[in-house]
C-alpha cells in the first residue's frame, strides 16, 4: 500500500472544484464544470471524473491510486432523500457524499459546534451542536431561499411593480429596476432564472436611502434573524455569516449576534478535504 491519498470534492450548479492531499502534505486543486446531481448526475459525475483526473494526474499519479484514496464529496442537492447513495454508487470509486452544506460548515468551523448562515444565490442555515448538526431551508427559489439574494431581488421587483400600480409612492429604486428588466418585469420575470433575480440585489443596495430598498434590507435581515433562532443558535456560539449578500448583512445584526461573528476559517471545499482526512 502507498502513501495515504485524501481527496476532498465541492460540486454544484455552477462547477466543481476537487483537493487531493497525498500524505497529508500540500493540497493540489483542480476546477471542472457544472455537478448538479439532481438534474444532470450523468453530467455532474463527468465533470467530477475529468478534474479528479487533472489532479491526479498532477501528482503523477492516475485513477487506478483511487482504490485505496478517502473521498468526501459535498454536493448540492444531497440532502434530497436517496440522492446522496444514488450519486455515490454511480461514482467508479468509494465515497462519502454528504450535502455541500455539510461541507461548508466543516470548513467554515474548521470542525467546531458553531452556526453557518448561507445567504447568497440561494439560503440555508447548518448548526452543529452536542455532535448533532440541524440543518434548515436551502430548498431552492420557488419553494424558500428565504434571505437570499434571489429572494431579495425578487421582493424588490414585485415593490417596483406596487409602484408602477400607484399602490407605492414614486421611488427611483422602483423606476431603475424596471428599466433593468426589458420589456417588462412580468416578461422578464418568465426566463428569469435564481440568479438573475439575484443580481438585482446590486441595484437594490446602489438606491440603499430609497423606502424600497429598505424594506428589502429589513426583509432580509429579519429573515437571517429568524433562521439563525429556528436551527437554535445561542448566544455566545461562533458564527459565521457567508454569501454575498450575508457577508453585507453581518454588521447589520442586532448587537447580541453581531458578537457571536466569525469570519470563515476555510471553504467548503477545505471542509470535504477535512472530512476526507476524517475517514478511516
Not at 427611483?172 to 433593468?180: D, G, H, R
Request: charged residues 20%.
Amino acid at each position: 500500500m502507498g502513501a495515504r491519498i485524501d481527496i476532498g470534492i465541492d460540486g454544484g450548479g455552477t462547477g466543481c472544484r476537487v483537493a487531493l492531499s497525498v500524505a497529508g502534505g500540500p493540497m493540489t486543486e483542480t476546477r471542472g464544470g457544472p455537478a448538479n446531481i439532481v438534474s444532470d448526475p450523468a453530467g455532474a459525475e463527468a465533470a467530477i471524473r475529468l478534474a479528479l483526473t487533472e489532479a491526479l494526474a498532477a501528482r503523477g499519479l492516475g485513477l487506478d491510486a483511487l482504490a485505496d484514496a478517502r473521498i468526501c464529496a459535498g454536493l448540492a442537492g444531497a440532502r434530497l432523500p436517496g440522492e446522496a447513495d444514488r450519486f455515490a454508487i454511480r461514482l467508479p470509486f468509494l465515497a462519502y457524499v454528504v450535502d455541500d452544506s455539510v461541507t461548508a460548515l466543516e470548513g467554515a468551523l474548521e470542525g467546531a459546534e458553531g452556526t453557518l448562515a448561507s445567504l447568497g444565490t440561494g439560503s440555508f442555515f447548518i448548526r452543529k451542536a452536542g455532535g448533532a448538526v440541524r440543518h434548515i431551508g436551502g430548498w431552492g427559489f420557488r419553494l424558500g431561499d428565504e434571505g437570499s439574494a434571489a429572494w431579495a431581488g425578487r421582493m424588490a421587483l414585485s415593490l417596483a411593480l406596487q409602484v408602477e400600480d400607484g399602490r407605492l409612492p414614486p421611488d427611483p429604486l422602483a423606476a431603475a429596476l424596471v428599466e433593468a428588466t426589458p420589456p417588462h418585469p412580468v416578461l422578464w420575470a418568465q426566463e428569469a432564472r435564481p440568479g438573475d433575480f439575484a443580481q438585482l440585489v446590486r441595484i437594490v443596495f446602489r438606491h440603499v436611502s430609497s423606502p424600497i430598498a429598505a424594506r428589502v434590507q429589513a426583509a432580509v435581515l429579519g429573515a437571517l434573524v429568524d433562521g439563525l433562532a429556528e436551527v437554535g443558535h445561542r448566544p455566545g456560539e461562533p458564527l459565521v455569516v457567508t454569501g454575498g449578500l450575508g457577508e453585507m448583512l453581518g454588521p447589520h445584526l442586532p448587537d447580541g449576534l453581531r458578537a457571536d461573528l466569525r469570519p470563515p476559517a476555510g471553504r467548503p471545499l477545505d471542509g470535504a478535504l477535512r472530512l476526507a482526512r476524517a475517514l478511516p
